[in-house]
C-alpha cells in the first residue's frame, strides 16, 4: 500500500466555506508532517507543517490537526477564497531523507 | 535564504532522445531530489542524493540516469525519451538534521516528447 494517503482527489467547495483535506500514513515513527501548496505551473510551496509533539496549530486561516494514535493528519482551510484554488500535498517524513508524498488533492474554490 | 535554479524551464525532446535537466541549489544542503510530476498527479521520486557523488535510486528510476558531482549542483538524465511524453521534473533539497527535515523546491523543467 502507500506510504501515505490523501484524500480526497478532488474538492470543490463554495467560496467561504471550509475544505478539509485529510491523509493518514503507515509508519508510526514519522514526526514531521509538512503541507505543500502547488499553483498551476508553479513549484510545490510548503504552506504549514506540524511536528509529533503537537496535536493542532494554525496559521491564519490554516489548521492542521495530528492524530498520532490514527496515524491520521488534516488539513483545514477556513474561510476559503478563490485564491486557495489549488493542489494541495501532504507528506510525511522519519526525519532525514525519509519523506513520502501523498497523491495531491485538487481544490477548486468557487465564486 | 537560499535559491533553487532549474534549466532549461522548458525541455521539448524527439522520442528516443537522450535529455538532460539540471538542478543548482544554494542552500548548502547536502540531500538533493528529483521527483516527476505529471499532469495533475502527485509526486514520484526518481533519484536522490545524500552528499557529492551519491545516488539512490527512487521507485521511478528505471529510464534515468542521475549525477552529483558536485555538493550544488544535481544532474537528471531521461535515457531515452518517450514519445508523447509530459511530465514536469521538479528538483529538491532538504535541510539537514536527523530528526526534522524540511524540503525545499525547485521551479521544474517542464518536459514534452514530440
Known amino acids: 500500500g502507500e506510504q501515505v494517503e490523501q484524500l480526497p482527489s478532488i474538492l470543490r467547495v463554495q467560496e467561504r466555506s471550509s475544505a478539509s483535506i485529510n491523509c493518514t500514513y503507515e509508519?508510526?515513527?514519522?514526526?514531521?508532517f509538512p503541507w505543500y501548496k502547488q499553483e498551476p505551473g508553479e513549484n510545490p510551496k510548503l504552506i504549514i507543517d506540524i511536528r509529533s509533539n503537537m496535536e493542532r496549530k494554525q496559521i491564519q486561516g490554516l489548521i492542521v490537526l495530528l492524530d498520532k494514535k490514527a496515524k491520521r493528519f488534516s488539513l483545514h482551510i477556513t474561510d476559503t477564497q478563490p485564491a486557495d484554488s489549488a493542489m494541495y500535498f501532504c507528506?510525511?517524513?522519519?526525519?532525514?531523507?525519509?519523506?513520502?508524498f501523498g497523491k495531491g488533492t485538487s481544490l477548486t474554490v468557487i465564486p | 535564504g537560499g535559491i533553487i535554479t532549474q534549466t532549461p524551464k522548458f525541455l521539448i525532446g524527439q522520442e528516443g532522445q537522450k535529455l538532460t535537466l539540471k538542478c543548482q541549489q544554494n542552500f548548502n544542503h547536502d540531500t538533493m531530489y528529483w521527483y516527476r510530476q505529471d499532469s495533475g498527479k502527485g509526486l514520484r521520486l526518481i533519484y536522490y542524493s545524500i552528499t557529492e557523488n551519491d545516488l539512490q535510486k527512487g521507485d521511478l528510476s528505471e529510464g534515468y540516469d542521475a549525477s552529483r558531482e558536485k555538493k550544488s549542483s544535481f544532474s537528471l538524465t531521461v535515457t531515452s525519451a518517450q514519445k508523447n511524453e509530459m511530465a514536469v521534473f521538479l528538483c529538491a533539497t532538504e535541510t539537514g538534521g536527523a530528526r526534522y527535515a524540511e524540503q525545499f523546491f525547485g521551479p521544474g523543467t517542464r518536459l514534452t516528447v514530440l
Open positions: 509508519n508510526s515513527a514519522s514526526n514531521y
Open positions: 507528506a510525511a517524513s522519519t526525519g532525514y531523507q525519509n519523506f513520502y
